[in-house]
């Protein structure tokens, strides 16, 4: 499965910007699909996850804020991303797992394949 992001850019505090993943090579369906983010000096941290079922899982400094949702039809996932803030610069990756189970959902060992990331710069 190959994994493309976009919709990255430089936004001002209190804006938003639509990531979106398109995947190839694979039955998009069938995968949990993943957000992940890595700061500037900081570890790779987990975002929101939607897996097969719909079910959706955020981290506790998104939630509220963030709103991922995939289209099947499209073979893509997206990330909406409102009130955002100076703290969630980061580069952001999107990932697709096979076996996603709810223990293992916020987990970045649980995913397969992973896209090439795109950076989201938020001014304050």
């Known amino acids: 499965v190959q994994l493309q992001a976009s919709g990255g850019g430089l936004v001002q505090a209190g804006g938003s910007l639509r990531l979106s993943c398109a995947a190839s090579?694979?039955?998009?369906?069938?995968?949990?699909m993943g957000w992940f983010r890595q700061g500037p000096g900081k570890e790779r941290q987990f975002v929101a996850a939607?897996?097969?079922?719909?079910?959706?899982y955020y981290a506790d400094s998104v939630k509220g804020r963030f709103i991922t949702s995939r289209d099947n039809g499209k073979n893509r996932v997206y990330l909406q991303m409102n009130s955002l803030k100076p703290e969630d610069t980061a580069v952001y990756y999107c990932?697709?797992?096979?076996?996603?189970?709810?223990?293992?959902?916020?987990?970045?060992?649980?995913?397969?394949?992973w896209g090439q990331g795109t950076l989201v710069t938020v001014s304050s």
């Open positions: 990932a697709a797992g096979r076996a996603l189970i709810l223990s293992t959902t916020r987990e970045a060992t649980a995913y397969d394949y």
């Open positions: 090579g694979g039955t998009f369906s069938t995968y949990g």
């Open positions: 939607i897996r097969r079922s719909g079910h959706t």
